[in-house]
């Protein structure tokens, strides 16, 4: 290839980079407006690959100045404008490819904004450069410095791309001496020192403040409580409702597995640590001494963090055999699992699972296994006084668990026939002190007694422990001059949509606590002026409901707010006059009675739940086959002003027993937002006159005119839609 042509690719190449850094430009600018097909985000995936290639060239653009002198004048100019063109290159690849990727959900929109610019800031300096070094509009000297502010911008984008990654911790936590990391004890809570930073390793990078795939946060315990867009994160007491669990136990290969496949996996022992956590119960509090031997809490723990001397491990010798396989075959059932408590021990557990299937036939079957079984698990299973005398059977028992059971102690002096009990758990149960001091004083190896939430006075406790000094009381928690803040109420409702007899529930898990709730928007809860309820919540329409918790001696919760739309009647069809955008479809006119409520929006993802209309007003006819008496219209919409998504201007309702006879019953104006606002749901109520129809119609009415705050006001706003609700 002679001079000349050399030339021509090279001003050729140069005339491609220009116009790919406008590209570039434009695609930033209107990033909102874009929606890349499938098969641009899956060359998106390839931008990790890319980056390291300008990284490496923009790095070797300075060595190559260096060796100026023994190259050569001539030389040294045809190599740097070589590795110049390349760094340009392939900066302006990676940028593109990088914008792809960033149409991905997950990212958080700040961070990717500084990471973009950062990127773009590289591509233009390396074209920028190229030009002027091509031109010889710029000495060698001057290169130097440019290729030198080309690295330091690389590793300001490149520090951006990690923290996106990774997390902003990723570097300093390198940082941090062993020494510091200590391995936990018998003492610790298992989620604190093992749960936890076993989720930091191998989850977070993924699942960050940062980075969110799945609209999933797990950088706190209270963002992982929050769950992400397929729902909470586990299921308490339920492994296999578990969704991180399920995750992990997917085929590597599996789209869905996690970690992803090139991740750090879970190891075996991790995945058993998780399950034995979520099985009994997910606690944040639970010490790892405190967890059953069978479930061998503390040899894994001791296992993952390389320290089983700071963990005692028991070991047991028992005086009898094994049970035969066919005996441990016979007492199996879905609800009641029987296993050895080690690989190497003749010891066996009993656990009992859902109560609506609890057979007390399987209690009386562990016959079969009696002398091998040292502990017995029926906490919240409906056992009752007169079933007692059965658990006389096993002679070896050491570890009772009846919490949360039916008895009330009238026949609990049956126990007194297992003198090898160690632990008893009579947490949540009506037993009193007189029926309990008996069975104290008559079985010698006790050690721990769980008490708490039994009524018992914590005068009689006080005068136990002094008796029996040997003997552990779990009484749970014991107010002191120090007042602490009860946890909120918890919401039954699993569904915001509520029809006819649905009504809000909520409960606690504390006894004498006193929910108090308000349904005026205006107010907040309190535990003087506010409602209270002991018992379901009827509201009569869309209604925003904040409620808190109290009792005695306790600080009042945090509020919890939450949103419910409440229905009457739902429409037998819905027609629409006008037409959606072809790009906010949904499902049509069903999208307005599918009681389904507007989700985000997933970048590469339809969202079918959300109705829009930007260029005609919208409007809707309602067909009852019989007449309704409805007292009002809800309507639901978005504001997202910062999208040029807002409220409709006015709303009007109109009524008759045919399509072709409506009058208007009311119209209304819905609040306008005076600031610009990210992604918003919001729902009017609309009252209606007294009457009984067949047909409604609904029309919403654009605003024309944008608020000084709106940038863009060259394209109409936009309605958008997911329910019309009778009431």
Same mark, same amino acid.
């Given at each position: ?205 993924? =699942? ?71 099985? *009994? ?30 963990? *005692? ?180 409702? *699993? ?20 929910? =108090? ?211």
């Amino acid at each position: 290839m002679n001079k000349e042509q050399l030339s021509s690719w090279y001003s050729i190449l140069l005339s491609g980079l220009i116009f790919l850094h406008a590209l570039l430009l434009f695609l930033l600018f209107w990033q909102d407006q874009v929606n890349l097909p499938w098969a641009f985000q899956l060359l998106g995936r390839f931008h990790p690959l890319i980056l390291h290639l300008p990284i490496g060239l923009g790095v070797l653009l300075p060595f190559v100045h260096l060796l100026r002198r023994p190259l050569g004048e001539h030389t040294f100019y045809l190599s740097f404008r070589f590795v110049l063109y390349l760094t340009a290159i392939f900066a302006a690849i990676a940028a593109l490819l990088g914008f792809f990727l960033s149409q991905e959900s997950g990212f958080e929109p700040e961070l990717i904004m500084f990471h973009q610019w950062a990127g773009l800031a590289v591509a233009w300096l390396y074209l920028l450069l190229l030009i002027l070094f091509d031109r010889l509009l710029v000495t060698p000297s001057q290169a130097f410095v440019g290729s030198l502010v080309g690295v330091l911008l690389l590793s300001l984008a490149g520090h951006g791309g990690a923290n996106i990654t990774h997390g902003e911790n990723y570097l300093t936590e390198l940082w941090q001496p062993e020494s510091e990391r200590k391995a936990p004890t018998g003492e610790s809570a298992l989620f604190e020192g093992a749960i936890q930073p076993m989720l930091e390793k191998k989850c977070v990078s993924c =699942h960050n403040d940062q980075k969110t795939k799945g609209q999933l946060n797990m950088s706190s315990i209270a963002k992982m409580l929050q769950g992400g867009k397929h729902g909470d994160l586990w299921k308490t007491g339920d492994v296999s409702k578990s969704l991180f669990l399920q995750r992990a136990h997917l085929p590597l290969e599996h789209k869905e597995h996690m970690p992803p496949k090139g991740k750090s996996q879970l190891t075996p022992d991790e995945i058993l640590l998780l399950e034995a956590w979520v099985k *009994e119960g997910a606690s944040l509090d639970k010490k790892i001494k405190a967890y059953a031997p069978a479930l061998q809490v503390s040899k894994l723990v001791a296992s993952l963090f390389a320290t089983p001397a700071s963990i *005692e491990i028991p070991k047991r010798e028992y005086p009898f055999s094994a049970a035969s396989e066919s005996d441990l075959k016979a007492v199996n059932s879905p609800f009641c699992s029987v296993y050895p408590l080690s690989s190497d021990a003749p010891a066996l557990q009993a656990d009992f699972y859902v109560a609506k299937r609890f057979d007390i036939k399987t209690l009386e079957k562990l016959s079969k296994v009696a002398d091998q079984v040292v502990g017995i698990n029926v906490a919240k299973m409906p056992i009752k006084d007169e079933n007692l005398p059965l658990l006389a059977q096993f002679p070896n028992l050491e570890k009772l668990n009846l919490n949360f059971t039916e008895i009330t102690g009238a026949n609990l002096k049956a126990l007194i026939s297992n003198k090898k009990l160690v632990s008893l758990s009579l947490s949540g149960t009506k037993i009193s002190a007189n029926q309990l001091q008996p069975l104290i004083t008559q079985l010698p190896l006790l050690k721990e007694v769980f008490i708490w939430n039994t009524g018992i006075a914590s005068e009689q406790i006080a005068s136990w422990k002094k008796t029996f000094p040997k003997i552990r009381w779990e009484e749970g928690f014991v107010p002191t001059d120090e007042k602490l803040m009860i946890n909120p109420p918890i919401l039954v409702n *699993e569904n915001f949509f509520l029809g006819p007899q649905e009504k809000v529930v909520y409960k606690h898990t504390i006894q004498g606590t006193t929910i =108090h709730y308000t349904l005026d928007k205006e107010l907040e809860p309190d535990s003087l002026g506010t409602l209270v309820t002991a018992g379901p919540i009827d509201i009569p329409f869309f209604t925003v409901v904040k409620a808190l918790a109290t009792k005695p001696g306790w600080l009042a919760s945090k509020v919890v707010k939450n949103t419910f739309y409440k229905y009457r009647f739902v429409p037998d069809s819905v027609y629409l006059t006008t037409q959606a955008e072809a790009k906010w479809q949904a499902k049509g006119a069903s999208t307005l009675k599918d009681l389904i409520q507007g989700k985000r929006d997933t970048r590469g993802l339809a969202n079918d739940t959300w109705i829009g209309f930007q260029q005609q007003d919208v409007d809707a006819l309602f067909e009852f086959k019989q007449a309704k008496t409805v007292k009002g219209v809800t309507v639901s919409y978005l504001r997202k002003q910062d999208s040029n998504i807002f409220p409709p201007l006015e709303i009007e309702i109109w009524a008759g027993n045919s399509a072709k006879a409506l009058k208007k019953l009311t119209s209304v104006k819905p609040e306008q937002p005076d600031e610009n606002g990210g992604y918003s749901p919001q729902a009017i109520n609309i009252p209606l006159p007294q009457g009984n129809f067949t047909h409604y119609r609904m029309l919403a009415k654009r605003i024309k005119r944008f608020p000084a705050y709106v940038k863009d006001k060259t394209n109409p706003a936009i309605i958008k839609l997911d329910e019309v609700l009778f009431y």
